[in-house]
């Protein structure tokens, strides 16, 4: 299974029994699935079809749907607007009488702008009903199948992405512990003078001196850390390979990331490994930022 996005945009059009219709979908980041439906007065039969439709196709992400609808030009009809025909009648009639010209025809009142107006499309029985609703999923089914593929396309580039950013984690890790493997020298180092400070103000037990050398050791231990960083990056690419739906998968494993960056960069008694905690904190924090866009 491929990586996919929760981004993406489609679209599609239809008509039918005289009128005309236009999807618009748009997906962007969502913790689960959320659908938003616009959709015009009498339509409301096709907002329990359409959620269907989403979720049979889609797990996550904020999906924003928008349908507009108008009667085909084929379908008006035409009729007078009376309110209309009266007050330029009106007006004709004082014209007339203030200047004294003839009234003016029924012709050139009916072609003024607003005195004839598109009528509503015929009314539709339920049967007719039905069937236009049908075409108008038909169509939203493909709208929705073409944000799929939209949202497979991202996914592609974001996997590459991921296995990139990754693969410098795995860098880091390693360079990490080639640096821990020098840690044992400069603790011994500042043990020596630690303990030159010690013996400045007197004995020092074989108890307190057994607590000093337990500390440090256990300080410049980091090797359960990267062991984990290192099981961390293998289930990672793990996920990214299966693709399917790992989304919330990858960003709780980035997080795990980020604890042991953290632990390693506390342990560290050496700048250079300091250093490269650091770097592997910032690499984690863009692998998690680009994970939180997967579904």
Do not use: Y
Request: aromatic share 2%; with cysteine; charged share 25%.
């Amino acid at each position: 299974m491929s990586l996919s996005s929760m981004t993406g945009f489609a679209e599609s059009a239809g008509g039918h029994a005289g009128v005309s219709w236009r999807w618009e979908v748009k997906s962007v980041n969502g913790r689960g699935l959320d659908l938003r439906l616009r959709i015009p007065p009498g339509l409301d039969g096709i907002e329990a079809p359409a959620r269907k439709l989403a979720g049979s196709r889609f797990t996550r992400g904020s999906l924003q749907v928008s349908l507009t609808i108008e009667p085909q030009d084929c379908a008006r009809g035409l009729k007078i607007d009376a309110a209309a025909l009266a007050a330029v009648v009106k007006l004709s009639r004082e014209i007339a009488a203030e200047t004294g010209l003839a009234p003016a025809r029924v012709d050139g009142l009916l072609a003024l702008k607003g005195v004839i107006v598109a009528d509503e499309a015929v009314p539709m029985d339920e049967a007719a009903r039905a069937h236009r609703d049908a075409a108008i999923l038909e169509s939203l089914a493909m709208a929705f199948d073409a944000l799929a593929k939209a949202r497979a396309n991202e996914g592609a580039k974001l996997s590459a992405l991921l296995a990139a950013q990754l693969d410098d984690v795995a860098r880091l890790t390693e360079e990490a512990g080639a640096q821990a493997a020098t840690q044992p020298a400069a603790l011994k180092g500042r043990l020596e003078a630690q303990l030159q400070d010690l013996l400045a103000g007197g004995a020092v037990t074989p108890d307190r001196l057994a607590q000093e050398v337990a500390l440090l050791a256990a300080k410049a231990d980091v090797r359960e850390e990267l062991d984990r960083l290192a099981a961390h990056v293998h289930d990672a690419r793990a996920m990214l390979k299966d693709g399917q739906g790992v989304g919330r998968k990858l960003d709780f494993l980035a997080q795990e990331f980020n604890r042991e960056a953290n632990t390693l960069c506390s342990k560290s008694a050496d700048i250079a490994l300091t250093r490269t905690g650091l770097s592997l904190k910032a690499a984690i924090d863009q692998f998690r930022e680009q994970s939180q866009n997967v579904e």
